[in-house]
């Protein structure tokens, strides 16, 4: 109903969809324990009480909860890309090549998983970090579990900087109201600086209690006709047809990568015969899907309502000049304000979704002077490191699992990673916007 609402501009849809919001967000907190159910609650608290004392129409407050339903379909539907990459036999062919290119080059198992994540990661999201860690377990001779897993998730990182089909991009697109190529080029200036400073760090991190992976006994793989350049033709494809949707179509870059889940793998299992073998797997994801996503899904229609809350308040003017005169004003110390701000509420278990829809509606760029374009990066650049850092995120938890490490201890491994980048990116994002005034 959202994707209808948008493509044929159907406005009294949301009055729909948003009551299905309700139920799933109290489906939500029904399943959610401990902080992050008390955190939800306290928010939706606080946002009726904004919309009460404010007198706000109970439409408006009904509306709320869809408010962030683009967030849901991107974060529900993009795994289905993957889903028919699975199924068609692309990930088998793809380890095949890892093996002979380590006969042929020799063992770079670090090297290679970051790049890899850094591609496939791009369009899987955090389904990648599994699925990669499990390619080397069967295609590379040797390397070390722990360092490997955080290998991973530092090029993880690396993705949440630029990639349109990751929830933190869509978000900052839809608060400052760009498309992709408004904040395209200095993404990824940031993205392979955080690459180098990824390759500088590398060494210093190590751990005592490492545990070294040996590849395990090869099985009898099904042969399909699944091949590492149709692989790569079909991300490519998806990329290419992202961008020219976007510049060629009225909408955002979220509702293009939402639709296109819907339809492009599809498409793709129509003509490679496999039709009804893609809809059933994808059946499967979906009919899961709740039970693997539930926190996710409350904390972003959470989001959604405390963001329209905030909205009405006017508290950004407020907000922005308690910045200005902290900082004296300086853009510098302000980009460093807010990145450590993100950091430190992560670190306590506020997800980031919450924090920057927080600081998004509550702050004004040109109150700054800075364009909104550099405040979109600012923010993702805020996202990125605090995720690194925060053992509530989902990319540390998953990387504790595949790592057999707790993530209070692979946060401290990243401790000088993420406060070096702290440093790093305020410089860019300073000359950026320099260069945007």
Partial sequence: MYLIEIWFAIDWLQYLYSPLAVVLVICSLWRLRGFNLYILLLLLIIAFYIFIDRDVHFTVMLASFGENMSLLGLFILVPLFGVYLSNAGYYGALSELIQKREEVKGAHPYRLGYGLTAFMGSILNLGSLPLIFRMGQESLSSFG?????????????????????????????????????????????????????????????????????????????????????????????????????????????????????????????????????????????????FTRLYRELGIFITAGVIGAAIAVTGMGVIVSEWLVNISNGIVPVIIFILIMISILLALVGIHPVIIIIGLGSALSPGMFGMEPSVMAVVLLCAWALSTQLSPFSGSVLMTSYLADESSGQLTKKNVGFVMALVGVMTAVLTVFHIFQS
């Fill in 145 to 289: 579990q722990k360092q490997f897993a955080l290998t991973l998730m530092r090029a993880f990182g690396f993705c949440m900087l630029f990639s349109p089909y990751f929830v933190n991009v869509g978000l900052v697109l839809v608060l400052y109201d760009l498309a992709w190529l408004e904040i395209a080029g200095f993404a990824v200036i940031l993205a392979v600086i955080y690459t180098i400073m990824a390759a500088l760090f590398f060494k210093r991190t190590t751990f005592a209690n490492e545990v070294y992976q040996v590849k395990r006994k090869e099985e009898q793989r099904k042969v399909t006709e699944a091949t590492v350049p149709g692989f790569v033709f079909y991300m490519l494809c998806l990329l290419l047809l992202s961008f020219l949707l976007e510049l060629a179509l009225p909408l955002n870059m979220l509702t293009v990568v939402t639709t296109l889940a819907l339809v492009y793998p599809f498409i793709w299992a129509l003509f490679k015969r496999m039709g009804m073998v893609y809809m059933q797997a994808a059946h499967e994801y979906m009919k899961l899907s």
